[in-house]
Protein backbone atom coordinates (compact mmCIF):
# COMPACT_ATOMS: atom_id res chain seq x y z
CA UNK A 1 0.00 0.00 0.00
CA UNK A 2 1.21 3.23 -1.23
CA UNK A 3 1.64 6.63 1.14
CA UNK A 4 -1.49 8.30 -0.87
CA UNK A 5 -3.64 4.85 0.01
CA UNK A 6 -2.59 5.05 3.43
CA UNK A 7 -3.94 8.26 3.58
CA UNK A 8 -6.87 7.87 2.23
CA UNK A 9 -7.65 4.41 4.21
CA UNK A 10 -6.62 6.17 7.58
CA UNK A 11 -9.55 9.59 6.29
CA UNK A 12 -11.70 6.96 5.54
CA UNK A 13 -11.71 4.80 8.92
CA UNK A 14 -10.94 7.89 11.57
CA UNK A 15 -11.38 11.31 9.82
CA UNK A 16 -14.36 11.39 7.34
CA UNK A 17 -16.66 11.54 10.17
CA UNK A 18 -15.13 14.73 11.73
CA UNK A 19 -14.64 16.31 8.47
CA UNK A 20 -18.42 15.50 7.77
CA UNK A 21 -19.53 17.56 10.65
CA UNK A 22 -17.73 20.67 9.61
CA UNK A 23 -18.76 20.03 5.79
CA UNK A 24 -22.32 20.10 7.11
CA UNK A 25 -22.04 23.22 8.98
CA UNK A 26 -21.41 24.46 5.62
CA UNK A 27 -24.23 23.29 3.65
CA UNK A 28 -26.60 25.69 5.42
CA UNK A 29 -24.22 28.83 5.25
CA UNK A 30 -24.07 29.64 2.01
CA UNK A 31 -22.09 32.79 3.22
CA UNK A 32 -19.48 30.31 5.02
CA UNK A 33 -19.34 28.29 2.34
CA UNK A 34 -19.08 32.01 -0.25
CA UNK A 35 -15.95 32.18 2.06
CA UNK A 36 -14.50 28.87 2.42
CA UNK A 37 -14.06 28.54 -1.81
CA UNK A 38 -12.58 31.93 -1.65
CA UNK A 39 -9.92 30.50 0.80
CA UNK A 40 -9.54 27.35 -1.15
CA UNK A 41 -8.87 29.47 -4.53
CA UNK A 42 -6.48 31.51 -3.10
CA UNK A 43 -4.37 28.19 -1.52
CA UNK A 44 -4.40 26.50 -4.87
CA UNK A 45 -3.52 29.15 -6.67
CA UNK A 46 -0.20 29.08 -4.20
CA UNK A 47 0.34 25.53 -3.91
CA UNK A 48 -0.86 24.84 -7.65
CA UNK A 49 2.55 22.99 -8.27
CA UNK A 50 3.24 19.60 -6.57
CA UNK A 51 1.30 17.32 -6.08
CA UNK A 52 -2.13 19.27 -6.26
CA UNK A 53 -1.10 19.99 -10.04
CA UNK A 54 -2.07 16.41 -10.37
CA UNK A 55 -5.60 17.06 -9.67
CA UNK A 56 -6.00 21.02 -10.68
CA UNK A 57 -8.40 20.41 -13.56
CA UNK A 58 -10.70 18.58 -11.39
CA UNK A 59 -10.16 20.86 -8.20
CA UNK A 60 -11.12 23.97 -10.09
CA UNK A 61 -14.36 22.03 -11.48
CA UNK A 62 -15.42 21.11 -8.52
CA UNK A 63 -14.66 24.82 -6.83
CA UNK A 64 -16.73 25.95 -9.88
CA UNK A 65 -19.80 23.31 -8.80
CA UNK A 66 -19.97 24.49 -5.25
CA UNK A 67 -19.85 28.23 -6.31
CA UNK A 68 -22.35 27.69 -8.23
CA UNK A 69 -24.98 25.78 -6.14
CA UNK A 70 -23.99 28.75 -4.02
CA UNK A 71 -25.35 31.42 -5.77
CA UNK A 72 -28.25 29.34 -6.62
CA UNK A 73 -27.13 28.91 -10.46
CA UNK A 74 -26.92 24.52 -10.04
CA UNK A 75 -29.69 23.22 -8.28
CA UNK A 76 -29.65 19.60 -9.88
CA UNK A 77 -27.19 18.11 -7.04
CA UNK A 78 -28.03 16.05 -4.14
CA UNK A 79 -27.23 17.01 -0.90
CA UNK A 80 -24.79 14.03 -0.16
CA UNK A 81 -22.45 15.16 -2.96
CA UNK A 82 -22.28 19.07 -1.97
CA UNK A 83 -21.43 17.56 1.68
CA UNK A 84 -18.78 15.35 0.01
CA UNK A 85 -17.54 18.32 -1.90
CA UNK A 86 -17.28 20.52 0.78
CA UNK A 87 -15.21 18.00 2.84
CA UNK A 88 -12.95 17.54 0.55
CA UNK A 89 -12.72 21.88 0.36
CA UNK A 90 -12.98 22.34 4.03
CA UNK A 91 -10.07 19.23 4.75
CA UNK A 92 -8.14 20.73 1.69
CA UNK A 93 -7.97 24.69 3.47
CA UNK A 94 -7.52 22.85 7.15
CA UNK A 95 -4.09 23.17 7.93
CA UNK A 96 -4.08 20.36 10.85
CA UNK A 97 -5.24 17.14 9.29
CA UNK A 98 -3.48 13.55 8.71
CA UNK A 99 -0.34 15.25 7.02
CA UNK A 100 0.04 19.00 8.36
CA UNK A 101 0.58 21.52 5.46
CA UNK A 102 3.67 22.78 6.79
CA UNK A 103 5.79 19.85 6.27
CA UNK A 104 8.01 20.71 3.19
CA UNK A 105 7.48 18.56 0.77
CA UNK A 106 4.95 16.39 2.19
CA UNK A 107 2.21 18.61 3.59
CA UNK A 108 0.11 18.58 -0.11
CA UNK A 109 0.28 15.11 -0.41
CA UNK A 110 -2.43 13.89 1.47
CA UNK A 111 -4.46 16.94 -0.07
CA UNK A 112 -3.90 15.86 -3.24
CA UNK A 113 -4.97 12.21 -2.24
CA UNK A 114 -8.40 13.22 -0.43
CA UNK A 115 -9.02 15.65 -2.97
CA UNK A 116 -8.06 12.66 -5.53
CA UNK A 117 -10.89 10.77 -3.30
CA UNK A 118 -13.25 13.03 -3.35
CA UNK A 119 -13.51 13.51 -6.97
CA UNK A 120 -13.84 10.13 -7.39
CA UNK A 121 -16.77 9.73 -5.56
CA UNK A 122 -18.88 12.39 -6.74
CA UNK A 123 -17.59 11.71 -10.45
CA UNK A 124 -20.74 11.29 -12.25
CA UNK A 125 -22.33 14.64 -10.63
CA UNK A 126 -19.10 16.37 -11.66
CA UNK A 127 -19.39 15.18 -15.06
CA UNK A 128 -23.24 15.90 -15.39
CA UNK A 129 -21.99 19.74 -14.09
CA UNK A 130 -19.77 19.96 -16.63
CA UNK A 131 -21.86 19.02 -19.07
CA UNK A 132 -24.09 21.58 -17.59
CA UNK A 133 -21.30 24.48 -17.29
CA UNK A 134 -20.65 23.62 -21.33
CA UNK A 135 -23.58 23.99 -22.50
CA UNK A 136 -24.61 27.18 -20.64
CA UNK A 137 -21.22 28.51 -22.20
CA UNK A 138 -22.19 27.51 -25.59
CA UNK A 139 -25.91 28.80 -25.66
CA UNK A 140 -24.37 31.84 -23.91
CA UNK A 141 -22.40 32.90 -26.96
Known amino acids: MDFREK ?10 LKWKTKAESYVDDKEKTKELIEVAMEKAENKKLGPIEEVWDKLQLLFSLVKDWVNGSYK ?49 DLERYKLWKDDKIINRE
Open 7 to 16: VINTFKNKEF
Open 76 to 124: EISKGTIITSIIGIVYFVSPVDIMPDFIAGLGFIDDAAIIGFVIKQISG
